[in-house]
């Protein structure tokens, strides 16, 4: 079974520019969250979407901002780009409401 | 409001010594608790949760860890490190059996010595 996938896996932009990341969870699984790692720290949490319907959302500014598809796939999207936001973007998938999330391997955004 | 800290940002072992990694939690209710490993360009693996059940909870590769109320702590161990056991290792808690939204220590790297 394919696990969860991103893409792409690497990706260089300019600042100011607009970017669009994307998640296809396991077959079966209806919750994608997505979480940004910066160098030298763990995942921080920006979204979760169950039924194409935002569950929760961290303490990001309002560039961020995503969707979930009939399929379940997820679109992160990222606005007006800052150098700070370069790191790895995380999404997982999870059941409705499940104690273990499967992560993808990530999409590593780097802004120049 | 939840965090999570983990003691340590580095821990280096010799091959077959006994590993510790540190994590201590702030929970205003009964917590979830995970711990991930992450090896180089990948994703998080889980490696094993608390959910309230057995206090003492087995997870894969060998490792455990358990929780402790009183201490507010749920440290990771592994009696006998390998090589492969290198890597970097999150702490995460959430308040509900929602792990999609859980936050995460900023990790702890474990070095193997041969």
């Known amino acids: 079974d394919a696990g969860v996938t991103q893409s792409p896996t690497h990706l260089i932009k300019t600042r100011g520019q607009q970017v669009t990341l994307r998640c296809s969870p396991i077959?079966?699984?209806?919750?994608v969250s997505w979480y940004q790692q910066v160098l030298g720290q763990g995942p921080q949490f920006i979204f979760q979407y169950y039924e194409k319907e935002e569950r929760g959302r961290g303490n990001f500014p309002d560039r961020f901002s995503a969707r979930q598809f009939p399929n379940y796939s997820s679109e992160l999207n990222v606005n007006a780009l800052l150098l700070g936001d370069s790191a790895l973007y995380l999404c997982?998938?999870?059941?409705?409401?499940?104690?273990?999330?499967?992560f993808g391997q990530g999409t590593r955004l780097t802004v120049v | 409001a939840q965090s999570v800290t983990q003691l340590g940002s580095h821990v280096s072992v010799s091959e077959g010594a006994l590993v510790l990694l540190r994590c201590n939690y702030s929970s205003s209710v009964p917590p979830y608790l995970f711990w991930y490993v992450q090896y180089p360009n990948q994703g998080l693996q889980l490696l094993l949760k608390?959910?309230?059940?057995?206090?003492l909870v087995k997870g894969i590769n060998g490792f455990e860890a358990e929780f402790k109320k009183s201490e507010t702590s749920f440290h990771l161990t592994k009696p006998s490190a390998h090589m492969s056991d290198a890597a970097e290792y999150f702490c995460?808690?959430?308040?509900?059996?929602?792990?999609?939204?859980?936050?995460f220590g900023d990790g702890t790297t474990l070095t193997v010595k041969p």
């Open positions: 997982a998938s999870s059941l409705a409401s499940d104690t273990e999330a499967f």
């Open positions: 995460a808690v959430t308040l509900d059996t929602n792990a999609g939204k859980s936050t």
């Open positions: 608390y959910t309230s059940a057995a206090t």
């Open positions: 077959s079966g699984h209806k919750s």
